[in-house]
């Protein structure tokens, strides 16, 4: 099956295509195989050694094999119907090798022989061999120790797989009809789940077995007034996963309330949620249009999210920095020279970003990267000041380190692993302080709940951001719902303007399958955590078109 017979299948599914895994192309397979187990470690060990051993004959420095196996599985509904129901399998192995200084990457689909791991290893080889011409300076790799044989596994409750298709396919529908009793005109939804199964092994000396589990369960519920044909649509409210099914199976606890709409931690009720959307959909076409002008923004987690992706995560890859990356999202403003300066003001002293791999349940939770590096935390942002960059090991010689961040990602077996961002969260404040006590003494403000629409200039710098749900402050009280907006800023404007954030209580992991990078693209699975954040004199611009 090709990549356009596969977008075909459904229109609200033909994103999904670009899970990882999927860019090498994916077979359709049977439901049950989701549990066949795959090859076993014996096997992984001895196909990475022949790799392995014919780079080195062949005169690499350095040789890593990833043998990948992807499973992916999706369920698409629409209103009363199933629109899709697949299952995509992709099996390969990848060779990366290091010959005088220079890379040289190979790989093949269905590789099961040691002879064919072996022959990708030497056409690795003869890559970097080719490459060395168009070498300007070798690359230096920062020294890793090798871990032996050793496995990771998403911890997990409920495997996603396991659970069978009918109630997927039952919850499905009955958030559609929740959805569609409470108003709603259309709405679709999707269950995304992903098993990566990851064997890497390297020169160094480690064979390491990872097995990674991931959902995304996600709607979008329209509403229309018919008698001005406006709509408005509201998407859920959950978040991307590194979880097994258990994420969908929510406690009273779970829920924070007192907000203007429900919110969920740990775990999620999507039933819930699409019925409060439905209801907020028919309020949001009739709110109130905003007036643009100077607010004090008060921002939760699964809002903040996607700012901190764009003004933060993105602009502290040291690719970027270095102008190495310009392909997908273009290069950095927060250049080496900001770094060194160690005086560098990305935000006020509220600020506190960190960088790391390692949280749970987000979504580049891993315990080793794709170059055989154990996963760890650090700082990026310490007290407002630029710190520290995402670097990997052939990038952090340029920072004055000798040990990778630990944050290198290939989205598939196909595909040569490079430089990735990793979860990167602002820390929530350390002194006691309620979502509520945050918004009290607000005067004109705006509370923003879910991510929607942006835009970002190609250095992370002038930005535009939406939303899912907007509500007027007035005097330190909500005073009803807002539509139409947008905030402008640019990264050190904005994260300057950071005054106050909540404390740990509020604090909330919010993730995603779709961080693209590179060219061609791959994608990675990321995570941003924050507590609600309060920014003053933000300008907001109203987004309604007028006719």
Known sequence: MNRRDFIQLTSVGASAWLLPGMAAGGRVIDTEALLDPGLDLTIKKRLADAGLNAAKAKGATYADVRIGRYLNQFVTTREDKVQSIVNLESFGVGVRVLVNGCWGFASLGDAHTEAQVAETAEMAVAVAKANIALLDEPVQLAPQKGFGEVHYQTPFTKNLFEIPIKEKVDLLLSVNGAAMTNGANFVNSVLFMVNEQKYFASTDG?????????????????????????????????????????????APSDRITGRPTTLFNTYYDMLDDATLAARQVKEKVKAKSVEAGKYDLVLDPSHLRLTIHESVGHATELDRVLGYEANLAGTSFATMDKWKSKTFKYGSQQVNIFADKIQPGSMGAVGWDDEGVKTKKWDLIKDGILVNYQAIRDQVHMLGETESHGCCYADSWNAVQFQRMANVSLAPGTQPLSVDELIKDVKKGIYIIGYGSYSIDQQRYNFQFG?????????????????????????????????????????????????????????????????????????????????
């Open 206 to 250: 480690s064979y390491i077995d990872q097995d990674i589990h991931r959902i995304w369960p996600t709607f979008t519920v329209t509403g229309i007034d018919r008698t001005t044909g406006q709509f408005q649509t509201r998407n859920s409210l959950g978040t991307a996963k590194a979880m097994g099914y258990e994420y969908l199976q929510t």
């Open 467 to 547: 939303g899912q749900l907007f509500y007027e402050i007035k005097n330190g009280e909500i005073a009803g719902m807002l539509k139409d907006v947008a905030y402008q800023s640019n990264t050190q404007e904005f994260w300057n303007s950071c005054v106050k954030v909540s404390d740990q209580r509020d604090y909330r992991v919010e993730g995603s399958f779709f961080d693209g990078k590179g060219q061609p693209p791959q994608l990675s699975c990321v995570s941003h955590g924050s507590a609600t954040a309060r920014f003053n004199g933000v300008n907001v611009i109203n987004t309604a078109r007028k006719v």
